[in-house]
Every structure is written in C-alpha cells, then in structure tokens.
C-alpha cells in the first residue's frame, strides 16, 4: 500500500516518521509541495493521498489527481471548506478530514487573544518598547467580570466555554443545534441579535458555511454593545473586514483579536518582510494598537499536530482498504 503525502512540513516529520514505524506495511512517500494541478501526477501509482492546504482544492487538481488514479483523500486538517464538493462528486472522491485533533489548542489560543486584549498588551509592548514603564492609561478589565458570548458550541465552542468557567466570567451562547449540557445550564439565548446584545467579548467558532459569510456585518455590529470585543480563531470570511474597520474606526468595537483574515490564503504563513501585503487592509488591522492579529496559528500546537498527522494517515488506510473511514466528509 502506498500513501503520497504532500506539502509535509519539517514539524510534522517526527510524527509522520513514527506513523511509519507503526505500519511498516505502508509505503509514504513524502512530497515537500502543495497538491496542484501539476504535482498531482507524482501520486501516480499510490492507493491514496494525505495533504493539507489551505489553497483551493479545484475541479483542476482533484481532475489531475483522478488522472493518476487516486479517488482517496485524507485531510489533516478540520475546514473543508476550500474543496469543490461538486467536482470531488462527480469524481468519486473519498475524502476524510481531521474533526478533532484538538480543541483545546484553538480555544486556548482563543483565551489568549481575550486576555492580551483585556489586558493592554499590545499597548504595553509597544510603549515598554520605548521604554516608558507607566501604567496610566492602560487600565485592563477582568475576565469574571465580562458577559462573553460563544458563537458555536460544538468541539472548540464548547472548551472555550470550559476555559471561561474557570475565569468565572458569564457566557452566553447560541448554535443553531443546542448542546443538552449546556441547555441544562441555561447558557444559550434564542438569538444572535440577543446574544450580540448582551456580550462584552464576542468569539466566532462556527464554520464559514454559505449561511455565516459576513455574518459580522455593519448590521450585526449596530446590534452589539459599544466598545465591544471581537475575537475570531474561526474563519476569516465570517467578518466583513470593511465593516471591522468601520466599527474599530468609530469606536464601537474597542479591540479585536483575529487569528483568521478573509484574504488569508497565499498570505498566511509566508514571509512578507521588505514586501507588500496583497491586502493593505491587513497593514490597517495590524497597524492597530487594539487589534491582534496572528496568522492563523492557533492550532499550531505540538499535540494537534502530532494528532493531525496520525489520525489522517489511518483514515488513508482505511479509505484504501475499503473500510468505514472514521471521518468520512459528506459530499454534500
Ligand atoms: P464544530 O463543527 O464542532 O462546531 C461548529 C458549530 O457551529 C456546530 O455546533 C454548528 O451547529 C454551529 N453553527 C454553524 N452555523 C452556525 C450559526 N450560524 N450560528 C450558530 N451556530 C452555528 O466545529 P469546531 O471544530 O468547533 O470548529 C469551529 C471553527 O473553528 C470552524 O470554522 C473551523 O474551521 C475553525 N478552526 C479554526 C482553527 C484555527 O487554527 N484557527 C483550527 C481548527 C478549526
Ligand atoms: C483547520 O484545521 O481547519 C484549521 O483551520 C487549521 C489549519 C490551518 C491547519
């Protein structure tokens, strides 16, 4: 059995090098690039491939991978949301993805972000790095006092919500599907429109399905608390970025912590020193002293990682061995 893994980082070698001790049964190759049209054809003669990218995953690629006979796809990552679903139908795709590998890595990045904003951080970094060491007049608010409202309960959600207990702050939630446990608590409110009323600090952690895009609009920012806090370690394209800047610009929103952008892709993770942003509207965000923006590091830990990469590769082989895959994705 032979796996083509694609666009491998030198992070994710120790794992993958141990996978591959545990089925010595199986042949991976390793391949440092990301899966195109183009380098599809290297997958020419294995049974499946394992990769992960945030570039779309095109009728193109997913046809140039079907030329080379591979109709069994793993992910190693959560978001399905950059494959054409139709194409990958047509083709007789197999895909899996990688639903938990773990929560807890964004929700603490999501923590993070809140706390660095309640705290000044960004400001006291940049006037520490002038050296002037007063405290006036960066005067921070605690988490237990802050109505922080959940948008999204389901695996990162709901760690978000575990953490926040612990800082004894009040959560308020909404998902279109209510979890019983957090049902039985009373934290969910009927609405959006009353969830964004009532919420100090609003965190997104649903999936940017066609229904959410832009769900934080000029609209729904009218509809929040002056000075409220945006935090969004979920999607980019959840925020209307014009409007962000709007409402950041007249006050309304006091602080953001964004570790997704809506232009994100081909932007992210890469190395932009001495070089123009595509997007000069990431320069206005990251110029901000009340904004944070990190680039889409939040599951950047060593145990997702290391999770991402097992679980992807054992869902590969059960793909090719004709098993129920343990996270097969619905084509729709
Ligand atoms: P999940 O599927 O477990 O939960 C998403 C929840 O959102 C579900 O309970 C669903 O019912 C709910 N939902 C969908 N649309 C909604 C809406 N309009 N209003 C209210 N609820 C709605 O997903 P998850 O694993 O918790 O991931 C959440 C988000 O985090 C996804 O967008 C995912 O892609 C993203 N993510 C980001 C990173 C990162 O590194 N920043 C890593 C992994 C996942
Ligand atoms: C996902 O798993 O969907 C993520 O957002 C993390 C990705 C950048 C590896």
Redesign the pocket.
Known sequence: MKIVSYSIREDEMPALKNWEKAHPDVEVQVESELLTPESAAKAQGADGVVVYQQKPYTRETLQALHDAGINKMSLR???T?NIDMDAAKELGFQITNV???S?N??AE?TIWLMGRLLRREPEYTAKIAKRDLRWAPEIGREMRMQTVGV????????VVIDILKGFGAKVVC????Q?DQLKAEGLYVDS?EELYQQADIIT??????K??IH?INDDTIAQMKDGVIIVN???GD?IDTDALIRGLDSGKIKAAGL??YEKEVGVFNEDWEGKQFPDERLDNLLNRKNVIVTP?????TETAVKNMVEISHNCNVQLIKGEKADNTVELG
């Open positions: 990552n959560v978001g949301d639903p938990v590998y929560p890595a964004i990045h948008v999204g309960t389901g695996h990162i959600g709901r909404y998902d279109v599907y979890n959006l997104l952690h649903v999936p940017s399905l229904e959410n769900m370690a979920a999607r959840l570790d997704v889409h590091t939040a599951f950047y």
